[in-house]
Structure formats: structure tokens, C-alpha cells
């Protein structure tokens, strides 16, 4: 099974701020790797799929990057709405799917 | 606009058994894989089951292999979970989730509650 892990757990930015979050893999996922944004009582949110292509409707501020084993989620200029647990999710090697825990991103 | 709603969830003593359901509407229901995925209370997203478009073919969570089963009515655009023998760890919200692109997940439900509890 392919263990994801997210760092930081929690992230506080300014508005406008630039937010980098991380998910390492244990073993190679290649560029199968996606982000979700999931904020209390709604529905996950697809941002990124291929480790870099951004879902449908997804701005541009939202952006993927990175293969193997190290990945990055980067919000370039943080909005208040961006608030929200977000989560990476490999596809490389399954079943399982496999999530990692999450990083929490705050608004200063 | 993709529409997916479960329902079915609620109180159950371990052991016992509970069939969600979720109904998807504005999309080719038989084109798509599907997902269960559950978030337990203040923890994160867990996959739990996948079933092809067809219904062919089935995946599971080692966690739920042997005791939950996924199936689809494909004419009636609905997917089911029946689980069985519950555990108290079984206990979260269970969302449906269609399986877009390279196994992702592009649209979800907002999930039903199960909890396991005597």
C-alpha cells in the first residue's frame, strides 16, 4: 500500500500570501497523484489531477507539481474562501486508493 | 451539473447491517466507475470501495474486504454499499463519488452518516 504523507498538518497564511503544501509517497506514484479541497459540510473539491492539470473550473492561483515521490500544492495568492482541509490522493498503485491525512490551511 | 445524494445511513449496534444508496443524475451513470469513501470523526478521507461501470468488477479497502459489498442498479442510477458485521471504527460520513479522470475523483455526494454504536 501506497502511505501519503502531508506536511505541514496546519498552514497559516495572510490574504494574499502564498501557501505551500506537501505530500510525499513511500514508493513511487510516478505523476498519478491528485489534490482535493474539502471544507466542513461541503463536498471534496477536484483541484488538480496528473500531479499538475487543474480540474475543470479550478483558478489559476492553484497549481501541482512534482513526480515519484515528492509533490507540491501550491496557492499562489491565498483568498479568505480558500480556507479548507486539503488532501493528496494517489492513483499509481491501487487498490487501494490511497489519501494522505491532510494539511489544514488557515487564514491569518 | 453532476448530482450525486446517499442516503441510508444511521444508528446500528455492532455487528448489525446497513445498505446506503446514492443516486446520480446529469451523467451517462453506466459510463463511469464509482467510489465509496468514508471520513471518520475528525479524521481524514478513506477510500473503501470501487465498482466499474458495468459492475463487472469490484475493489475494496482490506479494512471492509469480506464484510461490506458495492453493486449498481445501472438502469435505476444508483450504487449501493451494503455492509455488514459493523465495527464501531465503521462509524463516519460515507460519500459517494464518481471516478473521472486517471481515478480520480471529480464529483462527490455530501455523504450520509453511520454511526456504530451499541
Known amino acids: 500500500e501506497v502511505v501519503l504523507t502531508q506536511s505541514p498538518a496546519t498552514l497559516s497564511v495572510s490574504p494574499g500570501e502564498r501557501a505551500i503544501l506537501s505530500c510525499r509517497a513511500s514508493?513511487?506514484?510516478?505523476?498519478?497523484l491528485a489534490w482535493y479541497q474539502h471544507k466542513p459540510g461541503q463536498a471534496p473539491r477536484l483541484l488538480i489531477y496528473g500531479s499538475s492539470t487543474r480540474a475543470t473550473g479550478i483558478p489559476a492561483r492553484f497549481s501541482g507539481s512534482g513526480s515519484g515521490t515528492e509533490f507540491t500544492l501550491t496557492i499562489s495568492s491565498l483568498q479568505s474562501e480558500d480556507s479548507a482541509v486539503y488532501y493528496c490522493?494517489?492513483?499509481?498503485?491501487?487498490?487501494?486508493?490511497?489519501f494522505g491525512g491532510g494539511t489544514e490551511v488557515e487564514i491569518k | 451539473e453532476v448530482h450525486l445524494v446517499e442516503s441510508g445511513g444511521g444508528l446500528v449496534q455492532p455487528g448489525g447491517s446497513l445498505r446506503l444508496s446514492c443516486a446520480a443524475s446529469e451523467f451517462t451513470f453506466s459510463n463511469y466507475a464509482m467510489s465509496w469513501v468514508r471520513q471518520a470523526p475528525g479524521k481524514g478521507l478513506e477510500w473503501v470501495s470501487a465498482?466499474?461501470?458495468?459492475?463487472?468488477?469490484?475493489y475494496y479497502a482490506d479494512s471492509v474486504r469480506g464484510r461490506f459489498a458495492i453493486s449498481r442498479d445501472n438502469s435505476k442510477n444508483t450504487l449501493f454499499l451494503q455492509m455488514n458485521s459493523l465495527r464501531v471504527e465503521d462509524t463516519a460520513v460515507y460519500s459517494c463519488?464518481?471516478?473521472?479522470?486517471?481515478?480520480?475523483?471529480?464529483?462527490w455526494g455530501q455523504g450520509t452518516l453511520v454511526t456504530v454504536s451499541s
Open positions: 490522493q494517489q492513483y499509481h498503485n491501487w487498490p487501494p486508493l490511497t
Open positions: 514508493q513511487s506514484v510516478s505523476t498519478s
Open positions: 465498482i466499474s461501470g458495468s459492475g463487472a468488477t469490484t
Open positions: 463519488a464518481k471516478v473521472g479522470t486517471l481515478v480520480t475523483h471529480d464529483y
